[in-house]
């Protein structure tokens, strides 16, 4: 072999070795730096620490989608015979329940709206559910009367107020259908005023024309682990008393919505749009967030805590954002919590 290949031989040879060293030193400086990819299920489990906490408020609230029922168009009729000699309507303006804006051979006619219509005449001692939503329109009007469903004395004088008011009389202790405008809401817009001033009515003739209407509103795939508690469903701001079934169908209630952006968006799509609200408790309640490791004999809602190094009993009312959102029996007000506790210590 001669000389000048043996060098090259070497060369090489230390070259490679050179490269092995830098790969391997590239290697380990990799894992050192790469990020930690365990599963958070395989990792260590948390460090037992106590945690400051404080109460906050809890409203619970849940974005909702509102599934709507609407009434057709729907015709306003009266039973009075005579003739029209005042109508005070025109396309969009609104009859309102309490008030007189028709007038036969010069009486005037209530607009009266009940949840269930007035189909007879009534008179002392009447019974019935008709009565019963006249009392209760009654009591919206600002009168102080029952709602035991009978037509006293009290409930007649009150409607004998009103009628008064509007310029009418009334028979002693009688309620005549003649004499009533029935409407199904506080407020109804017409649409079309079908009868004319001068002109001769004959019964059950249409007086005025009242476009679609709002009949109900109920929550679509009402949400499930709702904390406990009267709720209300907010739309565009507006706060409106729901069932517990997540249905609105108070007449007061309905008549609030139909005034909202987003009713109105839903009316002018022809029900294409969606309509959608905040769903949540009427009234917050104080809770305190927790981590979920924190609670221990988690059962039904309930579980208990290591707060301030004691047992203590909570109530899982929700959570979110990785926070568990507990409430503590009257009186008590934890300043710490085990995050994770190292002993299941029994606290009922």
Known sequence: MRKGEGIRRVSVGALLLALMLVAAVG???GLILAPD?????L???ARAEDLHVSKQDFDDRRNVELGVATLSKRPVTTTAVGTVTRFECEPGSTLSSGTASFFVDDRPVLTLATQRPLWR??????????????????RRLGKDVPDHGYFDWVTWNAYREIVEASGGKTDYGAL???DILWIATPD???ETCDAQVGSALAPDQVVATLPVALRSVQIKNPPVDVAPGERVLAVDGVQLPIDDEGRITSTDALAELITTPTYTNYVSSEGESVMSGIYSLAEPISVIPVPPSAIYGWADGQGCIIADGQAVPVDVVGSQLGRSFITVEAGADPSTVRTVPDEETPCR
């Open 27 to 29: 290697v380990s400086i």
């Open 37 to 41: 990819n365990t599963p958070v299920s």
């Open 43 to 45: 990792s260590p489990a």
């Open 121 to 138: 005449n009534l008179d002392f001692d009447t019974e019935g559910d008709d009565v019963a939503s006249l009392q209760a329109e009654l």
């Open 176 to 178: 005549s259908r003649a």
């Open 188 to 190: 109804a817009v017409v």
